[in-house]
């Protein structure tokens, strides 16, 4: 962790004060509609599911353009027209390589990285800057918040979680910069207070308001307090001081932008409580709370990991005990593979949910939520009995605005990276690039 980092915090906590952002809810609609938020105003979401699929059940049939779907992926049938399924799709970089065992790791540091992660159990992370974040800094000035990351699993920063790799790895598919992972928030309540205030509803502008009255009184506070002790400070402890106040600038001028898009809305939508005992509503209560963000026009980007690779919960919704993990390394056997298939058919609901959700939203402009919507669904892992990261379980689904067709079941040379899927999604969400990751060429979506 960067050490000048620390003592910025240091030094925050000596002073015995103590700064909150304000929450940074959603664009109000009028704001979005003066900014051009207009059928061409589209969005970008990552969901992740861990430890592969049993691929027999889940593969779906039929000639490309008369998509079939299977056993598992059943739920969601009156959203076939929305899908598209990508058959062949490989992340080399999360093969052993030289490297060893840590498949989990890799699978999820690659997944929208297209990078290889560089082994090491300790600080000295790296890797590289993730597709959603990319895209994110391009809409950094245009939304509240530039991205946002959600998951169904606690956080691990530190520590080692996977044969010699640093856990960071293995809990984060967003990463600023090479070093940078982007934490995901697990707690629903927590995200939405960020979103849109704390309080019921009726009371959550009020409450922005104060917020907004006392963050401006104390940074004046400090600023006047700094000046008049900075020279009374020694070489060391001015510069101390010049980091801390850097901190303060850049805190009051995310206020200003906080300031500059207007009062947060106030959805007629109840705080959730936090997170719930059955997994299958933890799930739905993100998703609620995504498709809100998304409604609202608070981010454009979001990353969401059902639960990271190696996960080994069970799932008392559909009365599996078995940890998934341990599912995964079936070896053939006909009983474990039988639950796997339950466990992506449960997953399989939940997109569904979630995808139906969005079709059932309109956007600022009018037109279906899904539709603006870019959703990649998907695995680093295809049998998780092999730990293979090529033929990858993916399916895109709504993007009908960016030019997305469904209904299709694309299948793909061997080995075709899936940088170059993310490559495409970049591009169509309006960033000009040639390369990411391990990419190849923009994937042809036919």
Not at 105 to 117: C, D, P, V, W
Not at 268 to 279: A, F, K, L, N, V
Not at 324 to 338: F, I
Request: some cysteine; charged content about 25%.
């Amino acid at each position: 962790m960067n050490r000048n980092a620390i003592d910025r915090r240091r030094f925050l906590r000596a002073s015995g004060i103590a700064l909150a952002l304000p929450a940074l809810p959603s664009l109000g609609k009028a704001f979005s509609a003066s900014a051009g938020s207009s059928a061409s105003t589209l969005r970008l979401c990552y969901l992740y599911v861990p430890n592969g699929v049993n691929m027999e059940h889940w593969r779906p049939s039929g000639d490309e353009d008369a998509l079939t779907l299977n056993r598992s992926t059943a739920a969601l049938e009156p959203l076939r027209n929305d899908l598209r399924f990508i058959s062949g799709l490989t992340h080399q970089h999360a093969f052993a390589g030289n490297d060893g065992g840590g498949d989990h790791a890799r699978a999820n540091a690659s997944y929208l990285t297209g990078q290889r992660a560089y082994k090491t159990a300790g600080s000295d992370i790296r890797i590289g800057v993730s597709a959603d974040q990319v895209v994110a800094q391009h809409y950094a000035e245009t939304t509240r918040l530039k991205s946002l990351e959600l998951s169904c699993d606690g956080v691990r920063k530190s520590g080692q979680c996977d044969s010699g790799y640093a856990c960071a790895y293995q809990f984060n598919l967003a990463w600023a910069d090479e070093r940078t992972p982007v934490a995901p928030e697990s707690n629903p309540r927590l995200v939405f207070e960020r979103l849109f205030g704390n309080g019921t509803h009726g009371q959550r502008r009020e409450n922005y308001q104060l917020r907004q009255a006392s963050q401006r009184s104390m940074l004046d506070f400090l600023k006047d307090e700094t000046k008049l002790v900075h020279r009374s400070l020694g070489r060391e402890d001015q510069a101390k001081l010049d980091e801390y106040l850097s901190g303060v600038r850049d805190i009051e001028s995310r206020i200003e932008k906080a300031e500059r898009f207007g009062f947060p809305q106030d959805p007629d939508h109840p705080t959730p409580s936090g997170i719930p005992d059955s997994y299958r509503e933890h799930i739905r209560l993100i998703s609620d709370v995504l498709t809100l963000a998304l409604e609202t026009d608070s981010t454009r980007v979001a990353t969401f990991m059902f639960a990271h690779d190696g996960s080994n919960r069970s799932f008392r919704d559909i009365e599996i005990g078995d940890g998934h993990h341990d599912l995964s390394h079936h070896q053939r056997n006909p009983d474990r593979l039988e639950k796997i298939a339950r466990i992506d058919t449960f997953y399989c609901e939940q997109l569904a949910y979630f995808l139906q959700t969005l079709k059932d939203r309109k956007d600022a402009s009018g037109q279906s939520l899904l539709d603006s919507t870019m959703v990649v669904y998907g695995s680093g892992i295809s049998d998780g009995d092999r730990h293979n990261h090529d033929d990858l379980p993916v399916i895109v689904a709504g993007g009908k605005a960016a030019g997305l067709r469904g209904g299709v079941h694309q299948k793909l040379s061997d080995a075709t990276p899936m940088a170059n899927l993310h490559l495409e999604l970049i591009r169509r969400m309006g960033v000009s690039i040639d390369q990411f990751g391990d990419s190849t060429a923009p994937l042809h979506l036919v």
